[in-house]
């Protein structure tokens, strides 16, 4: 699979295009806090940080420092600033923190464009402290979101799952590297407050499923959507997600 590059064209979308409500993002961290102890602080890595849509509400959240690690320049220069938040330049390969410094880990939309899973759970594994907690939301190639643009257009979902893995194979990234999976959740948010909300956030692109495919793909899927749109009923869009929850 051809490694998509956000420092090419997505880091001038990704913030307006997968802007996250706050509403979204309490879905997101009460579910983290539910796996957590309810000490504070905590140290929190976000690895692949991109913009740094979820990296200032965890610090929010719980309490701590948050260490933003991110390969894409672009994307770094543009996140978003937080007293608590630090960004770094690092990837799963290649992560700039020392053994056993933070407390959580998350890796949210990230897996698929990890290209050696191996190095980067055991990068995860050494900067976790004994007793801390891996969030991973990831889509599956045998488990992909029911999100309403790919019942209208079903080849753009084949597009976007040649990324991911199955489930098992994911799981067995982290669980071959030493961690045991302590939870599997579904994690229903608000992705936008209505439908035209949504479709504009579509129309920029912003996924990177995009960077896939040719351009008359794309323009065939807009067209169909174009013709779906009157037929859809409007209202916030919600998207369910998996996330696995692994002890170190
Ligand atoms: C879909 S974005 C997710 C960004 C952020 N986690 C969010 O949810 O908004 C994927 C991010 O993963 C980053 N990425 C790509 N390869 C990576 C790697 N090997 N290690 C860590 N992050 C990587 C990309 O640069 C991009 O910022």
Known sequence: MEKVDYDARLHAVYAAGRQMAPAAQRTWMDTFA???PTTRPLVWLDLGSGTGRM????????????????PSA?????????????YLDGSGERI???????????????????RDHAAAARELLRV????????????????????????????WREVDRAQFGTFDEVCHDFTDAGFSLAARESVRWARSGSLAED????????????????????AAGFAAIETALPTMEDGPQYETNSLLVFER
């Open 199 to 218: 479709v504009a956030k579509l129309r920029m692109r912003a996924v990177s499923a995009f960077e896939l495919m040719d351009a008359s793909a794309t």
């Open 34 to 36: 539910g796996h957590l």
């Open 96 to 114: 700039p923190l020392p053994d056993a410094s933070v407390d959580a880990a998350l890796v949210f939309f990230v897996w698929h464009h990890v």
């Open 74 to 86: 672009r994307m770094r220069e543009q996140a978003v600033a937080h007293d608590a938040v630090t």
């Open 55 to 70: 990296t200032p509400g965890l610090a929010e959240a719980f309490g701590g420092p948050v260490y933003g690690v991110e």
């Open 128 to 155: 976790l402290r004994p007793g801390g907690r891996l969030f991973v939301q990831a889509n599956f190639a045998d488990l992909m979101p029911d999100v309403w643009w790919f019942r209208v257009v079903p080849a």
